[in-house]
């Protein structure tokens, strides 16, 4: 292995800002690792795109990632983990993580009934995404999947700790509380926020499992058996690159960091399609 | 006049479904005239986009209306309106409804005491629309603004009667209540979804302006002026054109209509790319 390769950054994509609480996992697990995050601001939500367009879209993130010479891919968005990953992991020759897989194989290891809990946005609840993956690591698995769409306004609002939002939590949980579950899957970037909210809501015996750790640990994972991790023993940089305005997110990222953010960079959606072209062309005449 | 000219249909767009309620008061306004609605679901919403990439798809979006032969363009969408109604009256030859001018014409007969309050998404509020149109047509005027990010997603989720929605509502609206204002602007068009809970609200001696309402008025006025009503005694009718699946849109149409609707084609987003330079050049060497 080349001693360069080793010093490369880890990308992150999401469609738009969720992804920081992944990175924030990433960051905390691989401290000494650097982070390039790109989050398509100008184009999110994909949660109502179609199947074609999501996969169409991350290829493009992907590429972005790519041209800035990435060791890893790291998809920190269920939706795109749901539907994109083959495609992903058929065009790039690093390793891509997604969110689904690691966050069910982490929850095979917490439940004890196998009665299983996922909330997500409509489109990763519409997709059972989840559900799949579980019935590959857990024989018998009961799964409910609920969607719950004005969570993530309500943490892009910044409503961590009101009252409104624990009324919209216990109508959206009050379902899995019945169906007695003992885990339940934390399945869009931006439920952790709402961490300690949900966990209120469905009581302390619950486990709450959020993707993003599940992920870092795949990441882990898949350095140290490609021998890729990093030999620095400072900390890493992050660096953001978005498709609209910096500014805006900036102002999210306090939210989801629980820090100010230095420089954020914005890419052009012409420069980004271009670079599929190349990148995806590259790899497929190799 | 040429006859056929007369029985072209009144093109409406916006970045997704909300226009539906101002297709609703359009029907109820203008009863005989056919209406073709052309709602971006593909890349909904426009209110997290800058004002360029929103005059962009705005050109688009009203290029599928002109190839579709309209007499009139309603542009059915408050973010869209605040940006990009001058490039759209320079681009194309028919009538341009938006919804800020009729909207603020409107409250300016409303009004007694000039103090008005608006209610919007964060790209309305932060270009602050209404306020410089409500200054054109009062002097003094007394202007609150307000962004209310959870209301749409609320009324997505058909969340319509329900005590949540009552406690979102008067977070949003204290400080407006507080302000005493006399006019309301329901500056979204999903807004009018809300129209009972908000009305509970602010108090039934508040006016709500529906610029909905306000723009059907608008048409009426422009058509009239150009001697363009259609001269149909039956029934209009109402066609339904989006960039994404047409499933999620149907659903969704029977919160905004409180009726089913019948077929929704889909248009793909290259064609609509197409038809924006092949329309807009043939404008332009007129």
Known sequence: MNFMEKEKSIGVFDSGIGGLTVVKRIASALPNESIIYFGDTARVP???????????????????LIHKN???IVVACNTVSSVAIPELRKRFN?????????????????????????????????????SKNLRKYIEDVFVIEKACPLFVPLVEEGWINKEVTRQV??????????QKIDTLILGCTHYPVLYDVIQEIVGKETVLVDSGIAAAEAVRADLSRLGMETNSRAR??????????????????????????????????????ELKLRIIETNNTK
Do not use: C, H, W
Request: aromatic share 10%; hydrophobic share 40%.
């Open 169 to 178: 939590a216990r109508e959206y949980l009050r379902e899995l509380v019945e």
């Open 70 to 72: 990435v060791k890893a």
């Open 236 to 273: 890493g940089r992050i660096e953001y690159f978005v498709t609209d305005i910096p500014a805006t997110f900036k102002e999210a990222a306090q939210i989801f960091l629980g820090k100010t953010i230095g420089e954020v960079v914005r890419i052009d959606l012409e420069f980004l399609k």
């Open 94 to 130: 690093v390793p891509v993580i997604g969110m689904i897989e690691p966050g069910a194989a982490y929850t095979a290891k917490m439940t004890t009934s196998k009665r299983i809990g996922v909330i997500g946005t409509r489109a990763t609840v519409n997709n059972k995404a989840y």
């Open 46 to 64: 994909y949660g109502s795109k179609s199947n074609e367009t999501v996969i169409e879209y991350a290829l493009e993130d992907a590429s972005f």
